[in-house]
């Protein structure tokens, strides 16, 4: 008999008593054999919901642990990456291709490099540079702007370098 069975049976049996219809000497053994039902069950599932919050816990535990271990791979991988992009840029070379790899160092698009004195300047010139959370450069629009050829004191576009493995 499963929890809710047991329960439905423990309230038809109490309302029994409470109606008269079981006699008084039979009262004690019918409760007992019912609670014991109960208290069986219950214990059994408590005891299985304490296993999963344990399993839950390792799982969570182990995870960290990987991730934290995911964390210095990446880091190592990126270091080893930035140790190629100089050797190779040291070299004069910007693409390598062997049986296993490709290696190739391009050119990521222009980016804007935004310097102190431009939010008093576009407060002043051109507010719709800025957009407002705390004074934040839109650098899509300075972006643009640079682009389109309008100088604009504190903004330069620059382009940067990343190394790209297959």
């Not at 995911?70 to 190779?88: C, G, H, S, Y």
């Not at 296993?100 to 576009?122: H, L, M, Y």
């Not at 004191?153 to 620059?158: A, E, S």
Request: net charge negative; with cysteine; glycine share 4%.
């Amino acid at each position: 008999m499963n929890i809710y069975n047991i329960t439905a049976e423990y309230m038809r049996l109490l309302d029994a008593i409470a109606s008269g219809e079981i006699p008084e000497e039979a009262i004690a053994d019918t409760l007992e054999a019912v609670e014991g039902d109960f208290t069986y069950r219950i214990d059994n599932v408590s005891c299985y919901i304490k296993s999963l919050r344990a399993e839950a816990k390792a799982i969570k535990d182990e995870s960290d642990i990987l991730a934290a271990r995911a964390k210095i791979k990446l880091n190592e991988a990126d270091r080893l990456t930035e140790f190629i992009k100089n050797a190779m840029t040291s070299a004069g070379k910007n693409k390598l291709e062997t049986p296993r790899c490709k290696i190739t160092i391009k050119q990521n698009p222009e980016s804007v490099t935004v310097g102190a004195d431009f939010i008093s300047w576009a407060m002043v010139h051109n507010e719709e540079l800025l957009s407002y959370a705390d004074p934040a450069p839109d650098k899509a629009k300075i972006k643009s702007e640079l682009q389109a050829g309008v100088e604009i004191p504190g903004c330069t576009l620059t382009r940067g370098e990343r190394i790209e493995i297959k």
